[in-house]
């Protein structure tokens, strides 16, 4: 069992969570060539190692999180929200 | 083999005696008994049959690790296949039968299968069964399903009902700090300190009684320390299995509840499935005995010493009257002196030379000897004896029982389950865990020390180790080294039999002989995965967890390398088998899933409504022609 | 070489197995390969063996960083099916249907396909009509395909869940010629038959550099030295986004998931088919083993990993699952369980094809589905690396699909790789 560390609920199982994929992935402006969409929805990095990935607490607070954990051990590094403005929030309640 | 029990000795109330049939025959026990030690008290020695060729195969250890005693308990619907006798506790009315046998172990049909296991080598199904003998003629699959269909037949062990399991099992969950696996005397000393310290502790073993090996002794008393644990704090849980590690310091642990009772409450669940979420590990999951290769090294009567040991002091049975000891380590004279003077008359073979040994005394010591062949088919008639230089039969000794003690195997299995290679220890001739990155603390006899003193201090240290990486104390601590013994092991693997054909065992449920992983190497399944998969060693109920080491070093020694550099099995969750009712739980027949509903549900069903089933809900499918408003009628008007 | 037949078995039975040698070889690796094939598993195997079989290139060499067989191939439940019903799919998947039903005979080596009939459980009228539909399009294309209704069905296995389950069984879609096969059995004989024509099979071999020159592969660097290859092929499964980057070739539309497999003690005969179902969330495949255990799995562990053990909800998921359709299951017990990365891709559907390294070809993007496909990924693998042009039946199974609007999606489950399967 994965343990993530909801910076709302505190630790919970990855059970409790659905898995959203690549955080890193940048949707292009709508007006980019199909080549440039084709890579943001189709295409991974697939990274063998740490990454920046989103989870949404969907059996809990259902945020969407975002989460650096290794596709290796499964050790998770950190966990903040995914928009940026509740970042800021969460980190000055510190 | 001639077993019974003995009138002193053993932790059993035999003021209580429990009723029980094996194979139709009402014999008897005592409370406390395992299903194995009361066999034993009864003398009876053939309790199943082997895969493959079907020998005879009696009870080889007292534990997790038996291969040979499984057999079938309860009927019908409760009928449980693949039970193994020596960790099944008795209770008065307990049916248990053997398996794998037609039409009983005693005399089976299948024994043919000895005769000409010769053609029966590793792999051999590989080789042929794929079109017309003896030169496989024909196309396609047609031939190989007719001889699948035999195939099939023969193979598996138990035979399940096909019945719906009848009993409930559960689900539940805890938190805790330190989850500490294993009662034995480094698992206690790691739960008091960690208690001591205030931290939250869940101690588990896999036993009904707490004490680990200590069980075998015939002083040990379970109480006093069940109740210290008790009396700091200490969840202790007792059969109790930690089956699996999983991601983040979670345990999967198997208890349990009524398999031990004769006629459970009925508000019980059979068993309970627990996730444990643990901010530490300690494992004390101790070690185990492994047995020697040699010729005819299957037949009833022979045992690990530990066994034996275990039989005498917990269970008042004396598990033979004329029994060789055969050792390549120290661990054995004591129980060699309690057998002796239990009753027994005891030979020692010990495969070293220069070797001291504080003994009185009344059995004799063969310095320099092991075990070359049994004799007998169902029961040992001797054994003869070889130097262990220059392997060759020079005696014969009239004995009833063997027992077998070649070195011991830390388990390793739960750290296995992270991925954790151990690495080899040659002056102790095991494998020893590895340390992690994970909050993870092996200790005791799993990291390979062997006395008391060693494990008591190693639970300490595997304490402190947990304060410290959970941030509550900054302490130093040290392990004792691994080892332990006064004359050190020399490492015993096989004993090599001059004729061909032989028949020494590697392991033993699979029927896996030492020629099978020489036929292996020499076709080039070399690899520790592929000699495995070839062979099926260590694939059987016990993955191999006596057989494996062995099969290693066979391996290492065909390769002319050192055992390390063969590489080592991975063992998989689970420790030991759960059934998949408890990892179900309440999740059945119509629990499967949640029914979801529309609020028009009720006057759907009220209306007649033919349902079906869409996603999680149900919805009307159609209703039935004598209905006024046909839901049909309504969607054509509507033109839907 | 000896041949494998009831013959020698038995002339060895009595000369103490002495007739026997290596089933291939251990060979030094050469410097030069007219093929270097990535991956000793099935798809890698079976390459190199259609290579030398069907184009007589034989200075053909397998890398396996591992033993062969370690990967995928060694850990997957082994269920061989051919009912799917998009173009080019079906086609490839019937003809490895095909190939597998030789498979033993064309290399010596008893793979042990077992015909025994895939069984699809269908639990809604809605569900009945869309297998109705993907039967009969494999049935417009010559595969055998049937449905059974409940009475022919509680006939065939009888001890299924009529009575209690949250979900009515109704019937089933069936392919009787579907069945199981014995992986490690796969991986050895097509090692052994590939051996015997050339094929140099390097274990232990891992591929750890790859150095580009002017647009093609001028060698390859690894755990045994560095090699040089005319074509380089790839088929490594869930580590293929790994070798991309290390050709450094970017992004693929791959993503890998771990798949969990397990394995009970042996009991005598309980199953005879392999019996499949999806309904309510629920996606779970079971199948008794020759050996005698139940071999069943289900879902994905629902998040990307590389790691090769499972963790709980799924076996808990498992569990549940089973017990669902066979509740005599519960005594049963779990003897393993363990997991395999999975090479997932967009659209659930494989690539076999050219890429932007003018002499490197992939084969990739497997699923759950990999295993009854090596026959015929071996086949087409080694007919584009030796013809250079994609056949017919795969020339849509390649990195430009996406960007066309040509997916291969089976589910309709769009480009989420978890949801396929
Ligand atoms: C649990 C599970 C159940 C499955 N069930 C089924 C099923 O029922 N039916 C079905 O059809 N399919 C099934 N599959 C899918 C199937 O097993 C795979 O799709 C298939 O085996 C993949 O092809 P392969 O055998 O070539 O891959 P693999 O066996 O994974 O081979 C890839 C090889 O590449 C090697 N490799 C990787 N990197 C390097 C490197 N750098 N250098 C050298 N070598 C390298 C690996 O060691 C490995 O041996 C299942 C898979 C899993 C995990
Ligand atoms: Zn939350």
Redesign the interface.
Known sequence: MIRINCPYCGERDHSEFSYGGDASIKYPSLEASEKEWTEAIFFRKNIRGFQLETWHHSNGCRMWLEVERSTVTHEIKSVRPCHPDLQKVVENNK | MKSKRLNNLGKIDRDKTLNFTWDNKKLSGFEGDSLASALLANNIGIVGRSFKYHRPRGIFSSGVEESGALVTIGSKDRRDPNVRATTQELFDGLKASGQNAFPNVNFDLGGINNYIGRFFAAGFYYKTFMGIPPFEWGKGTTIWMLFEKLIRKAAGMGSASRLPDPDSYEHAHDFCDVIVVGSGPSGVAAAIEAAEKKLDVILVEQDSLVGGNQLSENDFSTSEIFNQLKSLGIKVMTRTTAFGLYDNCVVGLLERVTDHLSIPDSTLPRQRFWTIRAKHIIVGSGALERHIAFNNNDIPGVMTVNASKHYLNRYGVLTGEDIVIATNNDSVYETANELSEAGANVTVLDSRTNIEIDSNKNFEIRKGFVPYNINGTKKIDSLDISKSENINKIDTINCDQVLLSGGWSPAVHLLSHRGVKPKWDPENACFIPSDTKENITMIGSSRGLWNKDDCIASGVAGATDALNRLGVSKTNYFFPKPGGWKNPIKPLYEVKYKKSRSKSFVDYQHDVTADDVRLAHREGFISVEHLKRYTTLGMANDQGKMGNIIGLSLMADLLNKEIPEVGTTVFRPPYTPVPIGALTGRNVGKHFRPLRVTPMHQWNIDHGAKMIEVGLYQRPWYYPKKMKHSVIHILEKQQL | MTR???????K???N??SG???????PEPKSNYDVIIVGGGLHGLATAFYLAKNHNINNVAVLEK??IG?GNA?RNTTIVRSNYMMPGNHEFYEHSLKLW??L??EL???V?????AHVSLF????ARDSAARRYNIMKLHGTDAELWDLKTLKKKI??L?YD?????ILGAAVQRRAGNA?H??VA??YARAADSLGVDIL?NCEVTGITRKNGSIESIQTSRGTIKGKKVGFAVAG?T??LW?MAEL???????HKLQAFV???????LDQVVVYG????HFYIS?S???SMVFGGDLD????????G???I??DS??????IL????????????AGVMDMT?DGSFFICKTPISNLYLNAGWNYGGFKASPASGWYFADLIANENPHNYVHNHNLER??KGINIDERGAG??P?LHG
Not at chain 3, 4 to 9: D, E, G, L, R, T
Not at chain 3, 250 to 256: D, F, H, R, V
Not at chain 3, 319 to 324: I, L, N, V
């Open positions: 494998f037949n009831a013959w020698n078995v038995i060895n039975g009595l103490g197995q026997w040698s290596r089933q291939w070889r251990d591992g033993w370690g060694g039903e030789n033993s005979h010596n080596y008893n042990m396909f077992s015909q025994r639990h809604s009228p809605g009888p001890h869940n209690d389950s949250r979900f009515p014995r490690d059995a050895w004989g274990q580590n986004s790994v980057q970017g992004n693929l539309p791959i993503e890998s009970t003690e042996s009991i005598k005969p309980l309904v309510g969330g629920a008794q020759d050996k005698g629902w998040y990307k990993s590389y790691a090769q053990r963790n709980l909800p076996v808990q569990a549940e699952a089973a017990m669902a509740p005599c299951l519960g005594r049963i017990r779990l003897l393993r369980h363990w967009m996406f960007e480009p989420d978890k």
